[in-house]
């Protein structure tokens, strides 16, 4: 008996339907031959050949109209921040420490006292260095008195035998007399010279004792920021060791490595007119040195002025030809620093193959000052207003912990502003301008020590025709175009401005097309449809979200064309579409 009577009846059954369904598709596709025709026939005559066969169905994009702006492109490198200037404060004396004036993290102005040591050990030592200078100061007038003395003698003598008849021989003195007056001259003299020497010494010794006495206190030799201190009271202090650390943090640098490859695009910008000549320079060493030997604070403030100017000169001459450079620190993630190419090192790592760049940071406060702008006008709308918007956050924050007294003098800085309903919410930008010219640590958030990300800019091109990058997929754009439509679709018109109206909404076209002298498609109806453009040979600069596209007489767009942003990863070229979300 067989397993399975039924088999023969199913496999008959399944033949049948499957004949069936051949029958069926073979005349329903006899049936459509005339209007794929057609339909082909019309697409050559719309689109000058090729064809849209199978688009009939609309695909749902967003567009957006072409336009210029400015884009720049980056070198992208991370590098360590550090401080231009960084003092070590060494003790002078070994002494106990007494008291101890600051603590870390502190703002500080050269020759301000940090520490005081114990003195009186040195203030004894000090006394007796002045007895001891007026005791050789006396010594050395009697000296002076005893040679005096026997010069007279000597004179009278020497007189006495000039003045007698017989040569050799006077009346009153003697041949040994005179010899004896010459010895007692010469005496007398080499005890003066004794008695200066010991004068010398003595004040000497002086300068030394008062020396060590103004070093009891120990003084700040900069203006900035006490980054370190290992000093703590009653605590013996060595000579020469390190106590404390002062840096300037209005003045930051970031070293960054750069490959070889990008040298061309990062060029070093040198300043303007003369430079320093070397015997200026060792002049104004000679002069510091003797500013340091004296130990004045007047001095060292003096000296801190003329640096911060000679300084904020060389910055001046730089800035106009300088490189911009975008700061990120991982600290501060919503903020961005300004800052400019200041030197890239004239020999590479041939191990590397790197270069070695000192960008100089600009502290935030400042970057709205005029001086700043060059290096504004080198970044996109968006980068500059981050890098202002990172400004005004410092501000206010500075602003916050100012105390109310010093608030009001400030905002009173400049004259009175009609009131306003913006005023009860902070300080006006008039007083932020004027603290931002009083912040004596303008960096206020970067620190020595981050780690920042410096976006240097190698190439800024101000009026660009920009092309979003998510509208771009391998190298190919599609650009929204009206067309004629084939039967039986819907229709999309283009209206002013870029967008188009959906196939429910109603245009007014402009004229009819018989109007216009065309004897092709008249009456036809319009559609919107996507047509790919290849981009390759067109691209300039590609930066963050944007790609440039060059400005030439092959140029396949131009301002004002609307390209499809969102949706295109279906399309086809060719295919019909439908603007959604740009109402």
Same mark, same amino acid.
């Given at each position: 008996?067989?397993?399975?009577?039924?088999?023969?009846?199913? @496999?008959?059954?399944?033949?049948?339907?499957?004949?069936? /369904?051949?029958?069926?598709?073979?005349?329903?596709?006899?049936?459509?031959?005339? #209007?794929?025709?057609?339909?082909?026939?019309?697409?050559?005559?719309?689109?000058?050949?090729?064809?849209?066969?199978?688009?009939?169905?609309?695909?749902?994009?967003?567009? @957006?109209?072409?336009?210029?702006?400015? *884009?720049?492109?980056?070198?992208?490198?991370?590098?360590?921040?550090?401080?231009?200037?960084?003092?070590?404060?060494?003790?002078?004396?070994?002494?106990?420490?007494?008291?101890?004036?600051?603590?870390?993290?502190?703002?500080?102005?050269?020759?301000?006292?940090?520490?005081?040591?114990?003195?009186?050990?040195?203030?004894?030592?000090? %006394?007796?260095?002045? *007895?001891?200078?007026?005791?050789?100061?006396?010594?050395?007038?009697?000296?002076?008195?005893?040679?005096?003395?026997?010069?007279?003698?000597?004179?009278?003598? *020497?007189?006495?035998?000039?003045?007698?008849?017989?040569?050799?021989?006077?009346? *009153?003195?003697?041949?040994?007399?005179?010899?004896?007056?010459?010895?007692?001259?010469?005496?007398?003299?080499?005890?003066?010279?004794?008695?200066?020497?010991?004068?010398?010494?003595?004040?000497?010794?002086?300068?030394?004792?008062?020396?060590?006495?103004?070093?009891?206190?120990?003084?700040?030799?900069?203006?900035?920021?006490?980054?370190?201190? #290992?000093? +703590?009271?009653?605590?013996?202090?060595?000579?020469?060791?390190?106590?404390?650390?002062?840096?300037?943090?209005?003045?930051?640098?970031?070293?960054?490595?750069?490959?070889?490859?990008?040298?061309?695009?990062?060029?070093?910008?040198?300043?303007?007119?003369? /430079?320093?000549?070397?015997?200026?320079?060792?002049?104004?060493?000679?002069?510091?040195?003797?500013? %340091?030997?004296?130990?004045?604070?007047?001095?060292? /403030?003096?000296?801190?002025?003329?640096?911060?100017?000679?300084?904020?000169?060389?910055?001046?001459?730089?800035?106009?030809?300088?490189?911009?450079?975008?700061?990120?620190?991982?600290?501060?993630?919503? %903020?961005?620093?300004?800052?400019?190419?200041?030197?890239?090192?004239?020999?590479?790592?041939?191990?590397?193959?790197?270069?070695?760049?000192?960008?100089?940071?600009?502290?935030?406060?400042?970057?709205?000052?005029?001086?700043?702008?060059?290096?504004?006008?080198?970044?996109?709308?968006?980068?500059? /207003?981050?890098?202002?918007?990172?400004?005004? #956050?410092?501000?206010?924050?500075?602003?916050?912990?100012?105390?109310?007294?010093?608030?009001?003098?400030?905002?009173?800085?400049?004259?009175?502003?009609?009131?306003?309903?913006?005023?009860?919410?902070?300080?006006?930008?008039?007083?932020?301008?004027?603290?931002?010219?009083?912040?004596?640590?303008?960096?206020?958030?970067?620190?020595?020590?981050?780690?920042?990300?410096?976006?240097?800019?190698?190439?800024?091109?101000?009026?660009?025709?920009?092309?979003?990058?998510?509208?771009?997929?391998?190298?190919?754009?599609?650009?929204?175009?009206?067309?004629?439509?084939? #039967?039986?679709?819907?229709?999309?018109?283009?209206?002013?401005?870029?967008?188009?109206?959906?196939?429910?909404?109603?245009?007014?076209?402009?004229?009819?097309?018989?109007?216009?002298?065309?004897?092709?498609?008249?009456?036809?109806?319009?559609?919107?449809?996507?047509?790919?453009?290849?981009?390759?040979? +067109?691209?300039?600069?590609?930066?963050?979200?944007?790609?440039?596209?060059? %400005?030439?007489?092959?140029?396949?767009?131009?301002?004002?064309?609307?390209?499809?942003?969102?949706?295109?990863?279906?399309?086809?070229?060719?295919?019909?579409?439908?603007?959604?979300?740009?109402?």
């Amino acid at each position: 008996m067989s397993r399975w009577p039924a088999l023969p009846s199913i @496999l008959s059954i399944i033949i049948c339907l499957a004949l069936s /369904a051949c029958g069926g598709s073979d005349k329903g596709s006899e049936e459509k031959k005339p #209007s794929t025709t057609a339909s082909s026939r019309g697409s050559g005559g719309a689109g000058g050949g090729g064809g849209f066969a199978g688009f009939s169905q609309e695909t749902k994009v967003e567009v @957006l109209t072409l336009g210029r702006g400015a *884009i720049a492109a980056y070198h992208v490198s991370n590098g360590n921040l550090q401080a231009i200037q960084r003092a070590p404060v060494y003790s002078r004396v070994g002494e106990l420490c007494t008291e101890v004036l600051v603590e870390a993290g502190e703002y500080v102005v050269a020759g301000q006292p940090l520490a005081k040591l114990m003195r009186d050990e040195i203030e004894l030592t000090r %006394d007796q260095a002045a *007895i001891d200078l007026e005791r050789a100061e006396q010594t050395y007038k009697e000296a002076g008195v005893e040679l005096e003395r026997a010069k007279r003698y000597l004179e009278r003598i *020497i007189r006495d035998f000039e003045a007698s008849e017989q040569e050799g021989k006077s009346s *009153i003195f003697s041949l040994d007399d005179r010899f004896e007056a010459e010895i007692t001259e010469r005496k007398a003299a080499l005890g003066e010279k004794r008695s200066l020497a010991d004068l010398k010494h003595s004040r000497t010794e002086l300068e030394a004792a008062q020396y060590q006495l103004d070093n009891t206190v120990i003084r700040a030799p900069i203006s900035g920021v006490l980054v370190t201190r #290992s000093l +703590h009271p009653y605590e013996l202090v060595t000579e020469n060791q390190e106590v404390f650390a002062v840096a300037d943090l209005s003045a930051l640098r970031l070293l960054v490595d750069v490959p070889e490859s990008a040298a061309a695009a990062i060029q070093p910008v040198a300043p303007d007119g003369p /430079a320093l000549t070397s015997a200026d320079s060792d002049g104004e060493m000679d002069s510091a040195d003797d500013a %340091d030997a004296a130990a004045s604070a007047e001095l060292d /403030a003096a000296k801190e002025i003329e640096r911060h100017r000679r300084a904020d000169a060389k910055q001046a001459a730089m800035i106009p030809r300088a490189k911009a450079v975008i700061l990120a620190a991982t600290a501060f993630p919503d %903020d961005r620093y300004l800052g400019y190419v200041e030197m890239v090192s004239p020999i590479v790592d041939a191990e590397r193959g790197m270069l070695s760049v000192t960008v100089r940071v600009i502290p935030p406060a400042k970057t709205g000052d005029a001086i700043f702008e060059p290096l504004l006008a080198q970044l996109p709308v968006l980068e500059r /207003a981050a890098v202002l918007r990172t400004r005004k #956050s410092v501000l206010l924050s500075a602003w916050s912990l100012l105390p109310e007294a010093t608030r009001k003098e400030m905002s009173g800085a400049k004259p009175a502003m009609p009131a306003k309903p913006s005023d009860a919410a902070g300080p006006s930008d008039a007083t932020l301008n004027v603290l931002a010219k009083r912040l004596p640590n303008a960096h206020e958030r970067l620190r020595p020590g981050m780690w920042l990300e410096a976006s240097i800019v190698t190439r800024f091109e101000k009026n660009a025709l920009l092309i979003p990058s998510a509208a771009v997929i391998n190298n190919t754009v599609f650009q929204a175009k009206e067309m004629a439509a084939h #039967s039986g679709a819907r229709p999309g018109v283009m209206v002013p401005g870029g967008r188009s109206r959906g196939p429910t909404e109603s245009a007014k076209p402009d004229a009819p097309a018989s109007a216009k002298g065309g004897d092709k498609g008249e009456g036809e109806e319009k559609v919107l449809r996507a047509v790919a453009i290849d981009l390759t040979g +067109h691209t300039g600069v590609t930066s963050e979200g944007y790609v440039q596209l060059k %400005d030439s007489e092959d140029a396949p767009l131009k301002a004002g064309d609307v390209i499809v942003i969102r949706g295109q990863e279906g399309l086809k070229d060719g295919g019909k579409i439908r603007v959604v979300g740009n109402e």
